[in-house]
């Protein structure tokens, strides 16, 4: 048994040393891309980007319920992963709107744009027509929306099919975004022009197979939004597979991609909020924080050292520790960090300081009563040990309270501070009970280091509390 604390002070130093290399910068004793796979992960407050909040705005008659607003966020997470922004986050406020937060964002009305459309792809029958590109059309999936102007001249409603606007006829939806089950960049016919390829599933390539098999050589009408791309000829019977031409960019063909991968929208959306956050903003919030934490830090280091002495200085060992391992468990998660995220991170520091002099203080009171510093050392942690786990159990019960209504309200601060903070905690116990513990009796080993003075204790205070 008398091997023990060794054991545990190597585990605990091999433990220190790795997360100080994963804590360190990326540039830093990088081993086979392991640390640049793992960077800090910055929030929309540290490097800048986009926050819109947006309503869902339910057709007249329907209502908006969880199930459909879940379906929405989810379609949102779709496009903001095509869109190739770094940690994005989409989450659900109330009954009715989703916030969208997009750090690094390159061009805010580009990801406003396309977070807002509803990209309802369909595929029309023009009843023998030819539709130009641009033509607003109305189909038996509802009316185009805008003004009669841009609506078509010609052609007739379907039988049994919805009553036409007065902007205009109504004509069959074949399949559409629904029935959609891959997008993908690719060349018009004869490899010319840019044009997106799409496949389709389920009954939505049988009822498209059926259709084209019985209108060869007649036009058909793809549709967006309720407006044609493009309005092909039926060359041959397609059962699955097509491709949407038009005079598209390279971005635009990107974009129409990303939209018809993310499905339409269950609701449209209105923008009733958007924040841009400029990246020098957030560079001066990290250079406040880093100086807010340097200075606590080394104010909290020096009263330790000062008051508790060699307990102290091996409290501050402890925490040094601490920081390196919550700051590596930050980056291995990962954690997107906040400024309300820092400010957890600093307030839990404060609460693995707390521990520690919930303890010497009982070592102090210890050896005023006349106990061996040994055994001192030893009652101070198992008497106090009761206190720490109540006071930070009590603690991570509210962070997860927290943690779960920030999620409810889409409230990201909350989130942030809530998990950096419960992180934080759990590690301050381990960094308090188990690394100061084990330093605390390899250094009993030595008679030299038992001296009560060394813990803050004089000799005449001493003799005064064992007269009592």
């Known amino acids: 048994m008398r091997h023990r604390p060794w054991v545990t002070f190597a585990l605990v130093m091999a433990l220190a040393i790795v997360a100080t290399w994963v804590a360190l910068p990326t540039n830093i004793l990088d081993i086979n891309g392991f640390k640049a796979a793992h960077p800090v992960r910055e929030g ?34 779709r496009r903001v992963n095509g869109l190739g922004v770094s940690e994005p986050l989409v989450q659900v406020r109330g009954d009715n709107q989703i916030i969208v937060e997009l750090p690094g964002v390159a061009d805010p009305q580009e990801a406003v744009n396309v977070l807002q459309q509803t990209a309802l792809l369909e595929i029309i029958d023009p009843q023998g027509q030819y539709l130009p590109p641009g033509t607003r059309v109305n189909t038996s999936l509802g009316p185009a929306e805008g003004d009669a102007a841009a609506t078509p001249t010609a052609g007739t409603p379907v039988a049994g099919g919805t009553e036409p606007s007065v902007d205009g006829p109504v004509f069959e939806t074949i399949v559409s975004g629904a029935d959609l089950k891959n997008a993908y960049p690719t060349q018009g016919n004869g490899g010319l022009g840019n044009a997106v390829g799409f496949e389709l599933q389920g009954d939505g390539a049988s009822r498209f197979y059926d259709y084209t098999s019985t209108h060869m050589g007649e036009p058909m009408a793809i549709v967006i939004d309720k407006t044609v791309i493009s309005t092909p000829r039926i060359n041959g019977a397609i059962s699955n597979q097509g491709v949407i031409e038009g005079n598209f960019t390279i971005q635009e063909v990107q974009n129409l991609v990303v939209q018809l991968k993310a499905g339409s929208l269950a609701v449209p959306l209105e923008v009733v909020q958007s924040r841009t956050v ?12 880093l100086i807010a934490a340097i200075v606590g830090l080394g104010t909290v280091a020096l009263f330790m050292i000062l008051y508790y002495r060699l307990p102290g200085l091996l409290a501050v060992l402890a925490l040094l520790i601490y920081t390196a391992i919550v700051f590596a468990i930050f980056k291995l998660l990962p954690v997107t960090l906040t400024l309300a995220g820092i400010a957890g991170f600093i307030l839990s520091i404060g609460m693995a300081v707390d521990a520690n002099v919930l303890i010497f203080a009982r070592i102090k009171e210890e050896l005023r009563q006349g106990r061996p510093t040994a055994q001192a050392v030893d009652a101070g942690f198992s008497h106090a040990w009761p206190s720490i786990r109540d006071s930070n159990v009590s603690t991570m019960i509210t962070t997860l309270i927290l943690y779960f ?34 330093f605390m009796r390899l250094l009993m080993s030595n008679k030299n280091l038992q001296a009560k003075w060394l813990f803050g204790v004089n000799q005449t205070i001493q003799s005064a509390g064992a007269a009592d």
């Open 44 to 77: 929309l407050d540290l490097q800048g980007g986009l926050q819109v909040v947006l309503e869902a705005q339910p057709l007249a008659g329907k209502q908006v319920d969880s199930e459909t607003l879940e379906g929405t966020k989810s379609t949102l997470e």
């Open 278 to 289: 400029g990246p020098t903003l957030g560079q001066d919030s990290i250079q406040r924080s």
């Open 405 to 438: 209504f920030g999620n409810y309200t889409g409230t990201s601060i909350i989130t942030g501070f809530a998990l950096t903070l419960f992180i934080g905690v759990v590690v301050s116990m381990f960094t308090a009970i188990t690394c100061t513990r084990t």
